[in-house]
């Protein structure tokens, strides 16, 4: 049997490719609203657009090529509404694998911020996984290489930034999203100052806000969002609820909308990276990067509202 999407025919290939103009994916109603709120990466002054899309789960897949075109036209809304920030990992099963694929299908590779991951292990077994990602992805480098959830406080970065000296990535970072490891995650945060953090954080998980997230913001890390819907646990609180018509101030029209303009009203954050699987979903949290953002009284009226329901 055959695995992956490595024999594709030449039509199927060529239906995939980026095509004239990307922004033929996107409404009008979308386009009209503005650019794409994008923040400053602060080790380097990079504006990083805010909208990026999590790959864990729904680009873990194989012989489905249905999936496949699908997952290629949510690679094109997001590049076509002004994203670029694309999140994975080797312990994401086929995603990394995918998304190698995707991007020599799409050509998208060049306009996108290519972000995975390395486990935590020695240096031979960290730098096999680094090449083996580089080899599922189709890149002799990333945007930015993170180590996957840290839990010794004493960790050291020292080889990932042998790796940015090298070229094999442009930022290095950490990540967590196991309350648990908190204390050693933000040791670590604060001493090694890497260039970018990654914590899970949303509306109904907001654990790392009192002490991971300024702690990271201190450090000059840029700080990326996962599950910033907390395990679909938001959408279950929200299920059936009327957006609040307060919501029409911050240009909000969906309760997905609502989740991630609250992040993004945390000014902090640089960008949020919700798994996206349907382009109309891709469209709709693009519009969360548009328009008005709440400010630190409508985000508890917000959270209010939520723990409400």
């Not at 199927?12 to 095509?19: E, F, M, T, V």
């Not at 012989?63 to 076509?80: I, P, S």
Request: aromatic letters at 8%; hydrophobic letters at 40%.
């Amino acid at each position: 049997m055959t695995h992956g999407f490595s024999h594709f025919t030449r039509r199927h290939a060529l239906s995939l490719g980026a095509g004239a103009a990307l922004v033929g994916f996107l409404p009008e109603s979308v386009l009209a609203q503005g650019a794409l709120l994008a923040r400053k990466i602060p080790s380097s002054g990079e504006m990083l657009p805010s909208i990026g899309i999590g790959t864990a789960i729904i680009f873990d897949f194989e012989n489905d090529n249905a999936k496949f075109d699908e997952r290629a036209e949510v690679l094109k809304t997001l590049v076509a509404g002004g994203g670029k920030l694309i999140d994975t990992a080797p312990s994401y099963g086929k995603a990394e694998n995918r998304l190698g694929e995707l991007f020599a299908a799409t050509s998208l590779r060049d306009k996108v911020f290519l972000a995975t991951k390395v486990r935590v292990a020695d240096r031979a077994a960290s730098e096999a996984e680094m090449k083996a990602s580089f080899e599922k992805l189709k890149t002799k480098s990333v945007e930015l290489m993170q180590l996957h959830n840290v839990r010794d406080p004493n960790q050291s970065l020292d080889l990932y930034r042998e790796w940015k000296a090298q070229g094999l990535c442009k930022y290095v970072g950490v990540t967590s999203s196991f309350d648990r490891d908190y204390a050693a995650v933000e040791a670590c945060v604060r001493r090694e100052k890497p260039d970018f953090f990654q914590i899970d954080y949303s509306m109904v998980d907001r654990n790392s806000e009192e002490r991971l997230i300024p702690a990271a913001a201190d450090a000059g890390c840029a700080i990326l969002t996962n599950l910033p819907f907390g395990r679909g646990r938001f959408f279950k609180a929200v299920a059936g609820k009327p957006l609040p018509d307060y919501a029409k101030e911050i240009d909000v029209t969906s309760w997905a909308q609502f989740a991630l303009k609250w992040l993004l009203g945390n000014p902090a954050i640089t960008a949020v990276i919700p798994g996206t699987d349907k382009p109309q979903y891709m469209v709709d949290n693009l519009k969360a990067g548009m328009g008005r953002l709440p400010d630190a009284a409508m985000r508890k009226k917000m959270v209010e509202t939520v723990e409400g329901f």
